[in-house]
Antibody
Framework: QVQLVESGGGVVQPGRSLRLSCAASGFMFSNYGMHWIRQAPGKGLEWVAV????????FYGHSVRGRFTISRDNSKNTLYLQMNSLRVEDTAVYYCARDYCGGDCYKFDPWGQGTLVTVSS | QSVLTQPPSASGTPGQRVSISCSGG????????VSWYKQLPGTAPKILIH???QRPSGVPDRFSGSKSGTSASLAISGLQSEDEADYYC???????????FGTGTTVTVL
């Protein structure tokens, strides 16, 4: 079955960096756009970034633009999120999610279980 | 309106019908299709409705979506205990140039 498993979360100081990974299985990873979406503790959902299936295009939410970089390795069925210059307000559970339509319809399903990033001094 | 506003909470007894609204504006709901997601406590969200009123396979027909103008709604009929969850609407926002999620609604089964 389709499975997405995030890893790489943890506690990091403000200004430092962290890289998240999302391992995909059960589907043809290279055929799908992939997203990162986050949820601050007790708060709602915020879209973070998307990378299209062939890696040709990537887009970011305004709050992370210039600090975060999304990438993917289709040979390893893995999505990444490089997070630099982290801020306290980046503290959240980070989910990876497959684009529901395959391309860029910006509907999300399925989602991984999430990985918690805590930015604190 | 750039924010997608949902009521913070909704409730009903088993078997009742509950409706959740999602109020937006001309840059989002009025011109783009709406999706709905269900998030059980401590778990990841799951898609319930896409393209305003389309249910993915496996989603019970107790769930239905609609859209009119700058607002959308999710209705849950025949409310069950397993429907206790947070529900979010989502839609592409032309002014944000990205997808926007609603503020979320917690449904409680009394």
């Amino acid at each position: 079955q389709v499975q997405l498993v995030e890893s790489g979360g943890g506690v990091v100081q403000p200004g430092r960096s962290l890289r998240l990974s999302c391992a995909a299985s059960g589907f043809m990873f290279s055929n799908y756009g992939m997203h990162w979406i986050r949820q601050a503790p007790g708060k709602g959902l915020e879209w973070v970034a998307v990378m299209f299936s062939d890696g040709s295009n990537k887009f970011y939410g305004h709050s992370v633009r210039g600090r975060f970089t999304i990438s993917r390795d289709n040979s390893k069925n893995t999505l990444y999120l490089q997070m630099n210059s982290l801020r306290v307000e980046d503290t959240a559970v980070y989910y990876c999610a497959r684009d529901y339509c395959g391309g860029d319809c910006y509907k999300f399903d399925p989602w991984g279980q999430g990985t918690l990033v805590t930015v604190s001094s | 309106q750039s924010v997608l506003t949902q009521p913070p909470s909704a409730s009903g007894t088993p078997g009742q019908r509950v409706s959740i609204s999602c109020s937006g504006g001309s840059s989002n709901i009025e011109t783009n299709s709406v999706s709905w997601y269900k998030q059980l406590p401590g778990t990841a969200p799951k898609i319930l409705i896409h393209s305003n009123d389309q249910r993915p396979s496996g989603v019970p027909d107790r769930f239905s979506g609609s859209k009119s103008g700058t607002s959308a709604s999710l209705a849950i009929s025949g409310l069950q205990s397993e429907d206790e969850a947070d529900y979010y609407c989502a839609v592409w926002d032309d002014s944000l140039i990205g997808p926007r999620f609603g503020t979320g609604t917690t449904v409680t089964v009394l």
